[in-house]
Nanobody
Framework: QVQLVESGGGLVQAGGSLRLSCAAS????????MAWYRQAPGKQRELVASITTDGSTVYADSVKGRFTISRDNAENTIYLSMNSLKSEDTAVYFC?????????WGQGTRVTVSS
């Protein structure tokens, strides 16, 4: 079992910044990839960014150049630094860890960008 706890969401004006955190606990030895997803109202959940243990990253085209995913392996925590936020970034952001047996998800943290 892996437990994921996100934090850092909130209300921000367009053009502003936020930093999300996701701390993993439990059976963390099986963790390689950690990722951020988001789900906007009325839309499907989509991948925002992912990072492997060795630091390889993948980003959605919509956030490239604005968002940065990073990882502290010693603390089993990932971060999502979000800059130049737009109203279309408004969503619930989820931390996700895929394993061989199942995908683990956090409870989500809401990000609201006001225009």
């Amino acid at each position: 079992q892996v437990q994921l706890v996100e934090s850092g969401g909130g209300l921000v004006q367009a053009g502003g910044s936020l930093r999300l955190s996701c701390a993993a606990s439990g059976s963390i030895s099986q963790i390689n990839v950690m990722a951020w997803y988001r789900q906007a109202p009325g839309k499907q959940r989509e991948l925002v960014a992912s990072i492997t243990t060795d630091g390889s990253t993948v980003y959605a085209d919509s956030v490239k150049g604005r968002f940065t995913i990073s990882r502290d392996n010693a603390e089993n925590t990932i971060y999502l630094s979000m800059n130049s936020l737009k109203s279309e970034d408004t969503a619930v952001y989820f931390c996700e860890v895929p394993t061989f047996t199942t995908d683990y998800w956090g409870q989500g943290t809401r990000v609201t960008v006001s225009s």
